[in-house]
């Protein structure tokens, strides 16, 4: 079946760097893609999203890159702060697959200072 | 902003009881989900709901009904719980111009 998978479990970096999140998908037919972040004890919050048509997303502090060539999504962050520290998920819907999201298992992300 | 309500954040209920597990969305929004989360699997779907008295089979629907007979309110009904059931259970509603927003989930334990 389809998946969506992260390269990394755990990322650790220092407070003021930049943080750089990998998630590989398998389907060449999906057509949208999230980034969410769930902290502890809450439910996921979306971040940024980004359509297969286009190849690269900015929002605040966070870039979305999409390479479709190779089935890569990755998220960046910009100044990471100890507020970032959450798991983050990249998640994907097919064309013809509804409104229905298949997700990644989540990578933690822990700000050092 | 649509804000997304779960009835409760935590429950614990014995094997083989009926569980109702509810969700109501502020807005008048069509589609609405229903996602457990589980540690090293990631959120899988249990079942979607596109309308009223609408629904679709998720990747897991094996032991669990949904209810939709109201646009705001989608419920999920676990017919007779099982250990292998406890779980974080999220709901949520979604498009993508506007994303897929989630409530705060029900940690549901069967003991």
Known sequence: GESVGLHLPTLSVQEGDNSIINCAYSNSASDYFIWYKQESGKGPQFIIDIRSNMDKRQGQRVTVLLNKTVKHLSLQIAATQPGDSAVYFCAERSKGGGNKLTFGTGTQLKVEL | ?111
């Open chain 2, 1 to 111: 902003d649509v804000k997304v309500t779960q009835s409760s954040r935590y429950l614990v209920k014995r094997t083989g009881e009926k569980v109702f597990l509810e969700c109501v969305q502020d807005m008048d929004h069509e589609n609405m989900f229903w996602y457990r989360q589980d540690p090293g699997l990631g959120l899988r779907l249990i079942y979607f709901s596109y309308d009223v008295k609408m629904k679709e089979k998720g990747d897991i629907p094996e032991g669990y009904s949904v209810s939709r007979e109201k646009k705001e309110r989608f419920s999920l009904i676990l017919e007779s719980a099982s250990t292998n059931q406890t779980s974080m259970y999220l709901c949520g509603w979604g498009r993508d111009r506007d994303g897929y927003t989630f409530g705060s989930g029900t940690r549901l334990t069967v003991v």
